[in-house]
């Protein structure tokens, strides 16, 4: 089954558009330590960050295969 129909392109954009505009969020986020439980939020949002990499690159890699 081919990858690179016009439907699976264009959902394709938009899941990589939506994966960087998670990343640019997070990456604005300033952490504030003196709250409660902003520690684990901070994890929470370099795991969720890593994923979102992880996942761009799977999505690119589809894409270039063809």
Do not use: F, S, W, Y
């Not at 939020?41 to 799977?58: F, G, P, S, T, V």
């Amino acid at each position: 089954m081919r990858d690179n129909t016009p439907a699976r392109d264009a959902e394709r954009t938009r899941a990589l558009r939506r994966l960087r505009e998670l990343i640019t969020a997070l990456d604005l986020r300033v952490p504030h330590i003196e709250r409660a439980g902003e520690i684990a939020i901070a994890r929470d949002a370099a795991a969720l960050r890593k994923q979102a990499l992880a996942r761009i690159a799977q999505l690119e890699k589809r894409a270039a295969r063809g």
